[in-house]
């Protein structure tokens, strides 16, 4: 996934603004990017879990 060019990314921004609008785009960022938090948070208490598990 960290191969993405200038080109592919362009490609799919395009085709998220077909499927989506432009008045829906800003929603799904906020969405995606809070999913990121979440998920990162979740594996950050798992290691903190797992670390005070092996002491």
Known sequence: MGNLGMTEILLIGAALLIFFG???LPE???SLGRSIQ???KAGRELTA???EQAK
């Open 22 to 24: 432009p008045s829906r």
């Open 28 to 30: 799904l960022g906020k």
């Open 38 to 40: 979440e998920f990162k």
């Open 49 to 51: 879990d797992v670390q």
